[in-house]
């Protein structure tokens, strides 16, 4: 099942569900999982039912009463995803900045900003990168190079060449970490209406508007540089729990 929307109401909520659930059962399907966004599930996945704060780019928002709605009719939570809020003014620990200055400094490892000018490299190293990052997950897919360059190509408008890093280690692309600003303080004014005026709007406030929020969409180190360390999240800021129904 896909995106979900329904004024406050069992019986309207109830309705939607069950054309949603016969439609999946005259194509031979025997269980209904949901709300999920279709494509990547870096974004709009799952069902928010805790920390409604204004959310980030991409993440997913909905009015509390969708959870009653699901549970009566009968999803179960599958699984919890959580976001993290980290205050960006707050200096890091005194042991963070030391360790990454010393790694900074080693032999043969060299950190670059991603530059439009050079694309086709940084979408060859973030291919290399993440397809031998996650090959050990549960059904992982190799990406492709179309699928990334794609992804670069809707990131575009909104892209900051200067939070998208790139790890080397003699020349070899070992790590990334993918960063976009935090649009939703922009298009929050123009209150969800990109027709002429609402785009040009939003140009307008891009650059005239100081973003303090970013969200980092993705990261990725190579397993053979990679190394176990456990962390704290600052806080909290909401959670989501994805509901499967079967009868």
Not at 55 to 83: A, C, K, V, W
Not at 123 to 141: C, G, H, I, K, P
Request: aromatic letters at 16%; a neutral charge; hydrophobic letters at 40%.
């Amino acid at each position: 099942m896909g995106f979900f929307e329904c004024i406050d109401s069992d019986a309207v909520g109830h309705l939607l569900l069950d054309t949603a659930r016969r439609w999946l059962e005259a194509g031979g399907m025997e269980a209904m999982e949901g709300p999920v966004n279709f494509g990547e599930n870096d974004k709009y996945w799952g069902l928010l039912v805790e920390g409604f704060h204004a959310p980030s780019l991409g993440m997913n928002y909905n009015p509390p009463y969708y959870q009653r709605i699901l549970e009566s009719y009968g999803f179960q939570r599958q699984y919890d995803q959580l976001t993290n809020f980290l205050d960006a003014t707050v200096p890091l620990p005194e042991r963070f900045t030391k360790i990454a200055d010393w790694v900074m400094k080693k032999p043969g490892y060299a950190f670059e900003h991603f530059s439009v000018a050079k694309k086709e490299k940084y979408f060859s190293d973030f291919l290399s990168v993440y397809n031998d990052a996650w090959s050990e997950f549960d059904s992982f897919t190799p990406l492709e190079l179309p699928t990334v360059k794609e992804s670069f190509r809707q990131m575009r408008p909104i892209m900051d060449e200067k939070i998208i890093w790139f790890a080397y280690y003699q020349e070899e692309p070992i790590a990334f970490v993918l960063c976009l600003p935090d649009v939703n303080q922009l298009l929050k004014p123009v209150k969800g209406r990109l027709n002429l005026i609402g785009k040009l709007k939003f140009f307008w406030y891009k650059h005239t508007r100081t973003v303090d929020r970013l969200r980092i969409t993705i990261m990725g180190c190579k397993k053979s540089f990679s190394s176990t360390v456990s962390s704290r999240p600052s806080s909290a800021v909401c959670s989501w729990k994805c509901y499967r129904v079967i009868r």
